[in-house]
């Protein structure tokens, strides 16, 4: 992926990462050190795209499913990427980790509150089988430490839930960007910074983010290409 730059070990079926998570690593607007956590990590693709875009981040990852996170930590390994990986629950989050432990947290939490799904990694990956959307909200809140920032991606039509949970544990909306899967159709997902016990006030609304140029023919828009092409 990227060139080479990583190597991703993932099952042929069940969760399989998407651009999605190159997406959301890309909105990452961090200007110091610290620690950050990816909750959910799957195959741990963010904290390795994490480890492309900034050198000074302790990185840490929880993944609910045994299976994804031994597949986590080969793709670590194969990387040389140094992840503290736990496995656990985000409902489980205050049993894990210490209260307000973290200066960033990243989630990709699953889209759909329910559906079909070929196998139960995939339904737990992508439905609210095990984690609920304010699970995942309250446990950054948990985590994150005074003014720490929540970077995530969702779905457009769980968009005013999302922004009503974030205010409900006083984590502020700061930043958000449209994704477009082109320029003449509709905003499908959308990614926010939030800061937490920040004031309201002096939201900023970024430039929507298009995919491909010609959806027909899949082809990419010349950002998101650099994206897969080169990185960050």
């Known amino acids: 992926f990227i060139r080479?730059?990583?190597?991703?070990?993932?099952?042929t079926e069940g969760y399989r990462f998407n651009i999605d998570s190159l997406l959301l690593v890309d909105f990452l607007n961090i200007k110091s050190s610290g620690k950050i956590i990816d909750i959910g990590t799957g195959s741990g693709i963010i904290p390795i795209l994490i480890s492309l875009k900034y050198k000074n981040l302790k990185l840490y990852?929880?993944?609910v499913q045994e299976d994804l996170f031994d597949i986590a930590k080969r793709?670590?390994?194969i990387n040389n990427v140094h992840v503290q990986i736990a496995l656990g629950n985000v409902k489980d989050v205050k049993k894990i980790y210490n209260h307000q432990y973290f200066d960033y947290v990243v989630i990709n939490p699953p889209y759909f509150?329910?559906?079909?799904?070929?196998?139960?990694?995939?339904?737990?990956?992508?439905?609210?089988?095990?984690a609920k959307l304010e699970d995942f909200i309250y446990g950054s809140w948990y985590l994150l430490k005074n003014k720490g920032k929540l970077y995530l991606i969702n779905i457009t039509?769980?968009?005013?839930?999302?922004?009503?949970?974030?205010?409900?544990?006083?984590?502020?909306p700061k930043r958000y960007r449209f994704i477009h899967p082109s320029i003449n159709e509709k905003a499908t997902h959308f990614l926010v910074e939030a800061s937490k016990n920040a004031k309201?006030?002096?939201?900023?609304?970024?430039?929507?983010?298009?995919?491909?140029?010609?959806?027909?023919?899949?082809?990419?828009?010349?950002?998101?290409w650099n994206l897969l092409e080169n990185g960050f």
């Open 157 to 172: 039509e769980r968009f005013s839930e999302t922004v009503s949970l974030l205010k409900k544990y006083n984590l502020q």
């Open 113 to 130: 509150k329910e559906g079909n799904y070929k196998n139960i990694q995939e339904k737990i990956a992508r439905s609210e089988a095990l």
């Open 200 to 224: 309201e006030g002096g939201e900023i609304v970024e430039a929507p983010l298009i995919i491909y140029e010609n959806p027909k023919e899949k082809k990419y828009t010349d950002y998101v």
């Open 4 to 11: 080479g730059k990583i190597k991703i070990i993932q099952k």
């Open 75 to 77: 793709n670590f390994q």
């Open 61 to 63: 990852a929880l993944e």
